[in-house]
């Protein structure tokens, strides 16, 4: 977001507006304060990535007056088609990344069970090799065969 410092509420507003259409990827002031222009990243073959500059003039005075043309202008040029194609894939996105993001928590969860299985089943061999060697024979745990051994 663009530095606002120095500038009026409605200009900020202005400025807020244009950055969250989804089809604006950097909103950027011109030097000495002359005007603003954007960075496009249209969806649609409309083939424009750029918007402006719209600058200060004789019929625009002041930087919100560019800022509103600006806004137009992005709205007549790139409007129904790039917006809407914008949102579209805005939301394909964050839906991916809220599917993955409960997918790693269904895998942790499915880790963790695992994890609490292993030392379930791994508790009870040693219960079952402490309980064959009392009866004079050694187990040698998974795996390998159980054959009595004498000394």
Known sequence: MMDVKGMDEDT????RAI???PVVSLLSLLTKKSGFRV???CYESCGDKRCGPVCISKTRTTLLECLQQLHQQIMDHHGEKCVAAAQ????????????????????ASNVIDLMMRLRNVKAR????NKIKG???ERG??????????TD
């Open 19 to 21: 950055e969250a259409l």
């Open 12 to 15: 900020v507003s202005w400025m």
């Open 125 to 128: 061999a040693v219960a079952a």
């Open 134 to 136: 009392r009866s004079g």
């Open 88 to 107: 579209a894939a805005d939301d394909v996105s964050s839906n991916a990344a809220e599917g993955g993001a409960s997918a790693l928590a269904g895998a």
């Open 140 to 149: 040698s745990g998974f795996g390998a065969s159980d054959e009595k051994t």
């Open 39 to 41: 960075t496009l990243r």
